[in-house]
């Protein structure tokens, strides 16, 4: 082995000896312990989303074990044994300041894996994610260390079933009742929206990210929609991410062969079509960056490109839920990601040549996985879809000069006439001053409201929260009083959110962007037209100056973090005070606000660009 990321164990007897009594733990041949190491890594947390990890794990193990030896057909590998890194959970902690250490759980999953994946030198890894960030994480690690790997969700979790009325359930349903007067009736949400266990089976961030993560190339197809306790995940894909990670390894194929420009452009418009969650656009540029490319937004595709394809090219396939029926254990019923991927392939969608994890194209795959046409229920095919356009729209504007200000079109439930929103604001610093005003005086919410939540973005929050909790109870509100009442941040939402939600507007407020000098009742205008997010009153230059004038001497006089920001009381939040990048570059902890890259390489354009044949009169090459 001459890659400096591989690390054998030399025969000095001290570096030996506990690798040799490893092995005869493990009940492997202590004969290969001078050879390439392999092994498995899981995620875990406290909530139901990583109660299945371990299983797949030990199963995935076990496999490995008994491909291991020194016989004919057998892996002359080194295995360790499995690990495990840890993060908080979205669905417990929403609402609350620990949610701060949600975003920065990716970080932390990355760091470890960084250490695991490095120190002990793996030539080969498998790992098993539940959760919204440690996949990311995961995969980020994955694409640093850059030896053969391969990924497998370990799976969603069913809806729930309310059993007085039948009505299908999950953790939306129980944060949308947060504000209900009938405490009996919260508790009995509660208690029926998440039986059993898996992550979020909603196209929230989970499902949006492990499609993501199938299609950019890195996880079979077929793995990611299957509920965490199909059998499968135990009795038969072990097995075949033992094949392929072999494979793999002879092959030499490493995942930044595998995660290129085109196969990230594939993934960001698969997650367009699934109506997938505004998060895609803070991970998409961590990942990007992982896989070696300085800058998503420049290199793999423009805020305007983006945008015309999401506009008039991608339509949204999926009735899923928050903006839909279903659920992605009901995908996985009419066929799994793979019917939502032929489609696209066959529409011009998607260039189907980019390498994956199985040895074939993106092609290939679904050609061997034989994937249904689209059922017109769950999945609706490209001519005729469920929605005509797609999910997700970047917005530009005086309020988002750097187009980060992101809105999930799917999820809007009313308010945009002919394509413009125009409201007042209503400021709030903090999300804990909205869900009090949202608990105690719900009445006080007007239409055409557009309320403004700040100094929660990375370095303000720090640590960018989601907000599921006030924008589910938003959205009650809005559906029981028949008004439309907006929400913008300089944070971000749960894949979950529905409602027009405006996340990651930046610069965030505590680096002094333009969110920061709006005065309760400014006018707030949402321009789908021109893809904009303004504040009326900022556009007159007397106003601005005045206005940042006294943005910076409350900062100085503040000791030049703004008096508003959170606290950082422990060491990972102090670092994201000081460290975190915008969400336009992933949002991700970095020395001096500089974003890293190891061994940055060129995105190189293959000549595809992707097109509707339905709509030829859309094609437009950027």
């Not at 991927?341 to 050609?367: I, K, P, S």
């Not at 969110?515 to 006018?523: H, K, P, Q």
């Not at 206005?547 to 959170?566: E, F, S």
């Amino acid at each position: 082995m001459t890659n400096s990321k591989t690390v054998l164990i030399d025969r000095h007897p001290g570096r030996s000896t506990q690798t040799i009594g490893l092995a005869r733990e493990l009940g492997t041949d202590p004969e290969l312990i001078h050879e390439p190491s392999v092994g498995v890594v899981g995620t875990k947390g406290d909530s139901q989303c990583y109660l299945g990890v371990a299983a797949k794990v030990d199963a995935i193990h076990a496999c490995l074990k008994n491909r291991i030896g020194q016989g004919p057909g057998e892996l002359r590998l080194r295995l360790v044994q499995p690990e495990y890194t840890i993060a908080t959970s979205d669905g417990i902690r929403n609402g609350t300041r620990e949610m701060r250490y949600s975003l920065i759980g990716r970080e932390v999953t990355h760091d470890a894996l960084c250490e695991h994946l490095e120190a002990t030198g793996l030539a080969g890894t498998i790992a098993v994610v539940a959760c919204d960030k440690p996949p990311v994480g995961t995969l980020a690690a994955l694409l640093e260390h850059n030896q053969p790997s391969i990924i497998m969700s370990d799976g969603p979790i069913h809806p729930g079933k309310d059993p007085k009325t039948g009505e299908a359930l999950d953790i939306v349903s129980a944060y949308q009742v947060a504000g209900h007067p009938d405490p009996e009736h919260r508790h009995h949400i509660a208690c029926h929206a998440c039986p059993g266990f898996g992550s979020c089976g909603g196209m929230f961030t989970y499902n949006t990210m492990q499609t993501f993560i199938g299609v950019v190339g890195m996880q079979p197809l077929h793995m990611v929609a299957p509920a965490s306790d199909d059998p499968r995940r135990l009795n038969e894909f072990p097995a075949e991410l033992v094949d392929h990670l072999a494979n793999m390894i002879d092959a030499d194929l490493k995942p930044r062969d595998i995660v290129g420009r085109d196969s990230l452009r594939n993934a960001v418009i698969v997650a367009m079509a699934i109506g997938g969650s505004t998060n895609v656009t803070l991970h998409a540029p961590e990942i990007a960056r992982a896989a070696g490319f300085a800058d998503f937004w420049k290199e793999i595709i423009t805020p305007e490109e983006f945008n015309h394809l999401s506009q008039h090219v991608v339509p949204v396939l999926t009735d899923a839920r928050p903006y839909g029926k279903y659920s992605m254990v009901d995908i996985d019923r009419v066929g799994g990601v793979q019917v939502i991927v032929r489609e696209l392939l066959e529409a011009g969608l998607l260039n189907g040549d980019v390498m994956t994890c199985t040895g074939e194209t993106l092609g290939a795959q679904v050609d061997r996985l034989g994937a249904k046409p689209a059922d017109g229920k769950v999945i609706y095919p490209v001519e005729k879809p469920y929605k005509p356009t797609g999910g997700l729209r970047v917005l530009g504007g005086n309020l988002s000069p750097d187009f980060s200000a992101i809105l999930k079109l799917a999820g809007v439930e009313g308010g945009l006439e002919n394509n413009t929103f125009i409201g007042r604001a209503r400021v709030f610093e903090g999300e804990k001053g909205l869900l009090t005003a949202l608990d105690e005086t719900p009445e006080s919410f007007q239409n055409n409201d557009m309320i403004i939540v700040r100094y929660e973005g990375p370095s303000g929050a720090p640590g960018m929260p989601e907000m599921l909790d006030p924008t589910s109870r938003i959205t009650t509100l809005c559906r029981e009083r028949g008004i439309v009442v907006g929400l913008m941040t300089d944070a971000r939402f749960s894949g979950g959110s529905v409602g027009l939600v405006i996340g990651h507007v930046g610069p965030e407020a505590a680096l002094g962007g333009p969110i920061a000098y709006i005065e309760d009742g400014d006018e707030i205008v949402v321009d789908l037209n021109t893809d904009e997010l303004t504040c009326t009153a900022l556009n007159e230059p007397a106003t601005l100056a005045k206005r940042q004038a006294a943005w910076t001497k409350a900062v100085a006089d503040n000791g030049g973090i703004h008096p508003n920001c959170g606290i950082a009381d422990t060491r990972l939040l102090h670092r994201a005070r000081h460290t975190a990048v915008p969400a336009t570059r992933g949002g991700g902890l970095h020395p001096n606000r500089e974003v890293w890259v190891r061994e940055q390489r060129t995105a190189e354009r293959s000549g595809f660009n992707p097109k509707n044949k339905y709509r030829p009169q859309t094609n437009k090459a950027f």
